[in-house]
């Protein structure tokens, strides 16, 4: 058996700089953080001349183009896992549809675990960049990449993405001290709602790729805001911080209805 497990996340600053939309005419940057509640991945292989997938519903089929997941469906055949007498199951600490970057993180536990079952060796990198082949450029979804790479790559992280597609990554340079006020004085609810992040990002992709200039100004303002945090959080000042993160809310209800 093979489980995988990869981290959901909050972002910090400068989110939504990171759609196609936006950073392949004027580069993001943002900054996200992975946190302590994961999707899991488990591989086993089975008696069965069938194909058994399990997550919210449990399919049984004979070739993967019949597998009805559309995530499942394309991370098989991307990495070329084409066998039956397989069985998939995933599971989440927390539900879909919370803002936590959940489908980027099941593509990506899957597409580790996918490796693994091939022997494959895949850098973090490679690993985020198919998971985005897989959402963006394959399924469609009007979404971002940073929810992907900070799946692969974890910790507190700076993204940078360049028009060319390109995405630079280095860690954030936060004391110690300042991690642990941070996770002190942070703290995540669910509201026992749900929604998809496609239908609020469609609109904000629609508008972009439109030079709409209230969105873009706005993305604008968002990116410089996610400078603002990266400094305010390697300088420890996290009273900057939360005045900061309430002006990315501010400005993210503007966005989309």
């Known amino acids: 058996m093979i489980i995988t497990r990869s981290p959901l996340r909050i972002s910090l600053g400068g989110g939504g700089t990171d759609l196609p939309s936006y950073y392949q005419e004027h580069s993001g940057f943002l900054i996200a953080a992975a946190i302590d509640k994961y999707v899991y991945i488990t591989l086993h292989r089975t008696f069965v001349d069938e194909l058994i997938v399990k997550y919210s519903k449990l399919e049984r089929v004979r070739r993967v183009s019949e597998i009805e997941h559309p995530l499942i469906r394309e991370a ?67 979404i971002g990449k940073q929810d992907q790479y900070i799946a692969a790559y974890g910790g507190i992280t700076c993204f940078k993405f360049m028009p060319d597609g390109r995405v630079d990554a280095w860690p954030l340079k936060i004391s110690e001290e300042t991690r642990y006020n941070l996770e002190d004085n942070l703290l995540l609810f669910f509201t026992g709602y749900s929604r998809a992040a496609s239908s609020i990002l469609k609109e904000q992709k629609t508008k972009t790729l439109a030079a709409d200039k209230a969105m873009v100004e706005n993305l604008h303002f968002v990116k410089e805001l996610g400078k603002q945090s990266q400094r305010a959080l390697e300088n420890g000042d996290l009273r900057e911080l939360a005045h900061l993160m309430d002006i990315h809310w501010q400005r993210k209800k503007e966005r989309a209805g």
């Open 76 to 142: 098989l055949q991307l990495v070329g896992v084409d066998a039956p007498y397989l069985e998939i199951t995933s599971m989440a600490d927390i539900p879909a549809g919370t803002g936590l970057g959940s489908s980027g993180s099941f593509t990506t536990a899957l597409l580790k675990a996918l490796h693994a079952w091939k022997m494959n060796l895949v850098h973090p990198a490679q690993l985020a960049e198919q998971a985005c082949e897989i959402e963006i450029d394959r399924l469609g979804e009007p």
